[in-house]
């Protein structure tokens, strides 16, 4: 009696080889990696990234007026949600700015040899100052995003308590 074999293993037992030999050659010849991740060309889409921007600050200023005119701040989870908003808006403003001083005035920030560990900040006039700040965009999406989740996440617990 001859023994059945598995479908699954002989459909795909021609793709194990090429697959090993791609995982292979990715271990033995490895592209770059760079430890950073450059912004966008300036001109690269600028009308629709500042409209974007613009956009999102507007809903996020709109979702602000419109809990607070319906008082439901009062309520843990729609105030996390609020500051949350807040550092929304104030992200989309900074790089609203960043982005057309990005494009109106080329700031040189750092000075040395590029890649070098000696680079100092160049800080000569208060457009580069504005580069570079706009630049830490990060400070005000960290804490948004977490006042987010905080905020989803006590809607939760309030589900949860309700249940039982």
């Not at 309520?75 to 949350?84: D, P, T």
């Not at 929304?88 to 750092?110: E, S, T, Y």
């Amino acid at each position: 009696m001859e023994e059945a074999r598995p479908v699954l293993t002989s459909r795909y037992s021609r793709l194990l080889p090429c697959l090993g030999a791609l995982l292979l050659g990715s271990l033995l010849c490895p592209s770059p990696a760079l430890a950073i991740i450059p912004h966008w060309d300036p001109r690269e889409a600028f009308f629709i990234r500042q409209f974007s921007y613009l956009f999102f600050m507007i809903a996020m200023v709109f979702f602000i007026y419109e809990l607070r005119q319906e008082k439901l701040q009062e309520h843990r989870g729609f105030r996390l949600l609020a500051w949350g908003s807040v550092f929304f808006a104030l992200w989309n403003l900074d790089c609203f700015i960043g982005q057309l001083f990005a494009l109106h005035f080329q700031a040189r920030v750092a000075e040395g040899a590029p890649g070098s560990l000696s680079q100092q900040l160049y800080m000569a006039n208060w457009g580069n100052w504005i580069t570079y700040v706009t630049k830490l965009d990060h400070l005000l999406l960290v804490p948004a995003f977490i006042y987010f989740y905080r905020g989803i996440k006590a809607f939760r617990r309030e589900q949860e308590v309700g249940r039982s």
